[in-house]
């Protein structure tokens, strides 16, 4: 194959946007070696869970939606999204270019099959980075037991109301530590608000916050 046969199929119809985000990837990817920074991806969600920071388990409540319950058997309760996304993008292109090499289907049927191959990558990925959990969850809890958060300012990094937890992003010098989180007063504090960690839970499950620190 050319490269330009190569340029052709990796631009037909059916792939050029996994073309273009696999290339935004690309460049997320040498912003963040470079310059050492981390774009806020800007995720809201909801996450009801019960989640015991010190030793780095999830624990998911029988209520729990089926939502976290997926994304707890992908292990995203570990494994940092945008490296899990990357791959499962990068699993889905080589997916569908091996599709439009191999076999000579209409666009519409080839572009169907992104779906299912886009779900194998997603199981492929998973089983890819089950080997480097210990490692993630090393990195996502190091430090933890032995740090104060009480009155500490942090960014929260979902939406939170009345019961629901959250994940709230504090540094602890220049290491960035995520904690879980719950509104004291049960207000509603949106994604991206700066807030205080004013109390703790029995146990240091989570932390209670507020917008601002009352006397």
């Known amino acids: 194959m050319t490269?330009?046969?190569f340029l052709t199929i990796a631009f037909s119809p059916v792939n050029t946007v996994l073309s273009v985000l696999l290339i935004l990837s690309v460049i997320y990817w040498l912003f963040t070696i470079v310059t050492g920074l981390d774009i806020d991806v800007g995720i809201d969600a909801d996450f009801d869970t019960d989640i015991n920071t010190p030793d780095g388990h999830v624990h998911v409540p029988d209520d729990a939606s089926g939502w976290i319950h997926f994304l707890k058997f992908l292990n995203l309760d570990i494994v940092p999204i945008t490296y899990f996304l990357?791959?499962?993008?990068?699993?889905t292109w080589l997916g569908s270019l091996y599709v439009e090499v191999f076999f000579s289907f209409k666009v519409w049927i080839s572009a169907l099959l992104v779906i299912p191959i886009f779900i194998i990558s997603i199981l492929l990925t998973k089983l890819i980075l089950k080997p480097l959990n210990p490692f993630f969850r090393e990195i996502n809890h190091k430090g933890e037991v032995s740090?104060?958060?009480l009155g500490r300012q942090g960014r929260m990094k979902s939406t939170i109301h009345g019961n629901k937890i959250g994940i709230l992003e504090v540094f602890i010098g220049?290491?960035?530590?995520?904690?879980m989180v719950k509104s004291k007063d049960g207000e509603i504090i949106e994604h991206g608000t700066t807030v205080y960690v004013v109390d703790e839970a029995v146990g240091r499950k989570y932390y209670y916050v507020a917008k601002e620190i009352r006397f």
């Open 86 to 91: 990357t791959l499962s993008l990068l699993l």
């Open 147 to 149: 740090h104060d958060f």
């Open 174 to 179: 220049s290491d960035p530590m995520t904690l």
């Open 3 to 5: 490269f330009q046969e």
